[in-house]
């Protein structure tokens, strides 16, 4: 046992709460040496016995106990053993959500309680940010981000909440969302099979939902990957891109739609401030990416 483990686990002034006991558990077992070294699993095994049959009301309760536990200063004495504990429950939080394609309340549930922090990356509790992959590993700083996997695996409900909240907005490279909703390889066969053409409907709505928040779609660069062979999951994928989105100006009520988002955005009011708005409740529809 290393003696830095062994302080850790001394001084860790954890309250009786589901992280809390959970930490303590993983410092015992980082105490008992080699032979318990690999104490991932038993993180994931114990949310995941909660998260599998969890509905909104226990979700918001299980954020609450890890909020507290986050500003749980005493926690914090020992920040590579607490880090690398948090980012296997955030981890293993986000499989179950994206990976795991539970109900889109609770996505809305895990963006409403933690909206507030989005603004720092490096924050414990921008829970959305964190990478993930969506098979489970030892390693919860590989994957990629909710916002792709969500693209990935065609999800229009979720990815609807996600855009709402300006995930996409704050993305450096949003058209990389668009290329793997079109490209991204796809397991079902092709066909006229049922789960395959709903997979192609809902790739549609997730091209439509995109195309509400972003002001240019980079056509050369879909016809790039055409060009090498790749074949997207939307046929007549350019029927679903508005005009004005890559040949003729941008409509200006969508201009305004993006200057506004970007407004709320930038305050963290984003999509909670468009009903403060002195709008009548179509217009904040149309703010709210509902058309």
């Not at 690398?84 to 109900?103: D, H």
């Not at 309680?113 to 509790?125: E, F, K």
């Not at 890559?246 to 409509?251: A, K, L, R, V, W």
Request: with cysteine.
């Amino acid at each position: 046992m290393s003696n830095d483990t062994e302080r850790c686990c001394k001084e860790l002034d954890v309250q009786q709460s589901l992280f809390g006991e959970l930490l303590e558990k993983v410092a015992v077992r980082r105490l008992l040496g080699p032979v318990y070294h690999q104490w991932e699993p038993l993180v994931y095994n114990s949310l995941s016995q909660i998260l599998r049959h969890i509905n909104t009301l226990g979700f918001d309760s299980l954020l609450s106990d890890y909020i507290a536990f986050v500003h749980r200063t005493s926690n914090k004495r020992c920040p590579g053993f607490y880090r690398e504990f948090t980012e296997i429950c955030i981890n293993t939080i986000l499989y179950w959500l994206f990976a795991r394609k539970v109900s889109p309340p609770l996505v809305q549930k895990l963006l409403e309680r933690t909206i507030i922090y989005l603004g720092d990356s490096n924050n414990y509790l921008t829970l959305i940010w964190r990478t993930f992959k969506p098979v489970y590993t030892s390693n919860p700083l590989t994957g990629v981000t909710p916002l792709h996997y969500v693209a990935q695996s065609r999800q229009s409900g979720i990815l609807k909440i996600l855009l709402q909240y300006g995930i996409l907005e704050r993305e450096h490279r949003p058209m990389s969302t668009v290329l793997i909703i079109l490209f991204y390889p796809e397991p079902i066969a092709r066909g006229n099979g049922h789960e395959y053409t709903e997979k192609i409907e809902e790739a549609k709505l997730c091209l439509s939902l995109c195309v509400r928040v972003m002001c240019r779609i980079h056509i050369a660069k879909i016809k790039a990957q055409v060009s090498i062979g790749r074949q997207p999951l939307i046929s007549n994928w350019l029927d679903y891109i508005p005009v004005g989105r890559y040949q003729e100006p941008c409509e200006l009520i969508h201009l305004c739609r993006m200057s506004i988002r970007s407004n709320l955005l930038t305050n963290s009011q984003l999509p909670s401030g468009i009903s403060l708005l002195p709008l009548p409740k179509s217009l904040q529809n149309y703010l709210n990416l509902e058309r």
